[in-house]
T-cell receptor, first 117, second 110 residues
Framework: DTEVTQTPKHLVMGMTNKKSLKCEQH?????MYWYKQKAKKPPELMFV???????INESVPSRFSPECPNSSLLNLHLHALQPEDSALYLC????????????????FGPGTRLLVL | GQSLEQPSEVTAVEGAIVQINCTYQ??????LSWYQQHDGGAPTFLSY????GLEETGRFSSFLSRSDSYGYLLLQELQMKDSASYFC???????????FGKGTTLSVSS
């Protein structure tokens, strides 16, 4: 099974709402990633978890709060978002973080398309 | 820091061959990856070059010249389904995450 799943596929939320994005993989990968992607732009790294510990936070605003409950699951909690946060949020995994930079395949989920009103 | 340059758009017809170039500037270099992303879809891994030379996978090939900080993705026998965005990517300085180029939109027409 080489699949990364994400729910929900689409999400519309107001600026005062609290919502969560979920990501799951069962490939035994120990590195998991959150990316944000705007239209016609490349994915931008937000967070990296390695062995369930936060390894990289790319100076993401605190209204985005990641969580890794176990080695298969990754959540992104959203609170008080702004309209400019509307984007495709992609989750990815790779066997380990240390080797991901050396060409280990990153497996991406289909993403959650988020609209903040 | 790391930076990558690739053309923003390329157009071609079915059956043709197209080359998407990528030049990079990095502090430390591990290898060059290529990802494909269809509209509304997830990026999918295509290829990776750590050493100089050509890597072939079916209709797609990828080339790397480390001395020139340059690589390319070669797509042969183009099909309509190859219309997508193609991203080159390199590891960050610590080798712990990928930095993506801005992407090249390939449009294949009949």
């Amino acid at each position: 099974d080489t699949e990364v799943t994400q729910t929900p596929k689409h999400l519309v939320m107001g600026m005062t709402n609290k919502k969560s994005l979920k990501c799951e993989q069962h490939m035994g990968h120990r590195a998991m990633y959150w990316y944000k992607q705007k239209a016609k732009k490349p994915p931008e790294l937000m967070f990296v978890y390695s062995y369930e510990k936060l390894s990289i936070n790319e100076s993401v605003p605190s209204r985005f709060s990641p969580e890794c409950p176990n080695s298969s699951l990754l959540n992104l909690h959203l609170h008080a978002l702004q309209p400019e946060d509307s984007a495709l949020y992609l989750c990815a995994s790779s066997p380990s973080q240390r080797t991901s930079g050396r060409g280990e395949t990153q497996y991406f989920g289909p993403g959650t398309r988020l609209l903040v009103l | 820091g790391q930076s990558l340059e690739q053309p923003s758009e390329v157009t071609a017809v079915e059956g043709a061959i197209v080359q998407i170039n990528c030049t990079y500037q990095t502090s430390g270099f591990y290898g060059l990856s290529w990802y494909q992303q269809h509209d509304g879809g997830a990026p999918t891994f295509l290829s990776y070059n750590a050493l100089d030379g050509l890597e072939e996978t079916g209709r797609f090939s990828s080339f790397l010249s480390r001395s020139d900080s340059y690589g390319y993705l070669l797509l042969q026998e183009l099909q309509m389904k190859d219309s997508a965005s193609y991203f080159c990517a390199v590891p960050n300085q610590a080798g712990t995450a990928l930095i993506f180029g801005k992407g090249t939109t390939l449009s294949v027409s009949s």
